[in-house]
């Protein structure tokens, strides 16, 4: 199911509906599921995240590229925006408790959205989980159940049989309209659509509601056409590639999967993730586990520690840029979806400096400012 809206009280506000409220997402409450009461909002300030142009790859490539960075959120990823919708809605129908299968940032924001709503929250993560989630999770009051990766499903169901229970998961219709957001607050920063828009693919949800944002815009008039939409995914996880290719317009079930970038360690995706994809002329970009790890690494020296899963986007742009594939016209915008601390247990693989321990006495230090290059910063070095 899909929510529809109705756009005169948006379109009657003209170009100023695109400056919504700074720090929320629900200053474009009238294209959002909106409760009986504005009062009922659940909301912890997510949205209105930073649109930041990596000038490293200004000075190597010549070309505009933006990390839109959703670590800012309350939660440190996306997802904050999915569960403010979530949470607003099931608790404005009645339901006593949010209940999904997460494998990370949607548990935790699950979790934070449920506490801030007064309802409770169960969610099912596999058992190779990084556990700082699962902690994370229950410093938020939610309960987290390690199990299977197939089981989760079926646990889930059994939960949901019972009374008071509102799903978070695809069935629920509310939750990605909070993605639409995303997609408001990059034309809104831009002035206008990007020509590229790079968006990590696990299950689709998040491709799909960014999507439905720009078909929004269109609609308004605000923009005429949506930007070229890049489904960027894992070499292990490839999903679409074949699919695209074939013509299919269904996504087949991939038997065996796996990346460190486990927030989109999907078997399949939404189907609308193809028919978007050909909609604006999009591809797959497909990166490998090691590629993606070092462009984690130089996405530190723009200022970004993101998680694997959200760098999905920025190996993928920086991969095109190395074949000549994007225009110096073009300006692409990359989702980086949450951030690196919450895996803290990958730091040591991304870090490209190791810390120095130094006794109380610093007898060393000129030896380490000397072999480090850090014993002259004057301006003619």
């Not at 400056?19 to 474009?28: A, D, F, K, L, N």
């Not at 497909?286 to 899963?309: I, K, Y």
């Not at 993928?316 to 074949?323: F, G, Q, V």
Request: some cysteine.
């Amino acid at each position: 199911m899909e929510v529809s809206y109705d756009f005169e009280t948006a379109r009657s506000r003209g170009k100023s509906w695109i400056r919504g409220v700074p720090h929320s997402i629900w200053g474009y409450g009238e294209l959002l599921p909106s409760p009986q009461s504005p009062n009922d909002i659940v909301s912890l300030g997510e949205g209105d995240t930073p649109l930041i142009p990596s000038r490293r790859i200004e000075r190597r490539h010549s070309r505009r590229v933006l990390w839109k960075n959703e670590s800012a959120n309350p939660t440190w990823s996306h997802k904050d925006r999915y569960q403010s919708v979530a949470a607003t809605m099931a608790r404005d129908l009645g339901f006593r408790g949010l209940a999904g299968t997460s494998t990370g940032n949607h548990g935790v924001a699950a979790a934070a959205y449920a506490s801030a709503a007064g309802l409770e929250s169960l969610i099912f993560y596999p058992a190779e989980m990084s556990t700082n989630f699962l902690h994370l999770a229950g410093v938020y009051g939610g309960h987290a159940v390690m199990t299977g990766w197939d089981a989760r499903g079926r646990l889930l169901d059994a939960v949901l049989s019972r009374p008071g229970w509102c799903p978070v998961d695809g069935r629920n219709p509310f939750g990605i309209e909070g993605y639409k957001t995303i997609a408001y607050e990059v034309v809104r920063d831009l002035g206008g659509a990007p020509d590229l828009i790079f968006v990590p693919v696990g299950s689709g949800k998040l491709f799909t509601g960014v999507w439905r944002g720009f078909e929004d815009l269109i609609e308004l008039g605000l923009i005429a056409e949506p930007p070229r939409f890049i489904a960027c995914q894992a070499s292990g996880v490839d999903v679409l590639t074949e699919p695209l290719n074939s013509g299919r317009t269904t996504v087949p079930e991939r038997l065996e999967v796996h990346t460190v970038a486990l927030s989109t360690r999907e078997p399949s995706a939404d189907a609308r993730v193809l028919q978007i994809l050909r909609r604006t002329g999009g591809e797959v970009v497909t990166v490998p586990d090691g590629d993606l790890m070092a462009a984690a690494s130089r996405l530190g020296r723009d200022g970004l520690a993101m998680e694997p899963a959200s760098v999905l986007a920025a190996a993928a742009a920086e991969a095109k840029l190395e074949k000549g594939e994007i225009e110096t016209t073009d300006i692409s915008v990359c989702l980086l979806t949450s951030s690196l601390v919450k895996t803290a247990e990958l730091l040591s693989e991304v870090s490209t400096i190791r810390p120095y321990r130094m006794s109380i006495g610093g007898e060393e230090l000129s030896r380490y400012l000397q072999e480090t290059g850090l014993d002259d910063l004057s301006r003619d070095r």
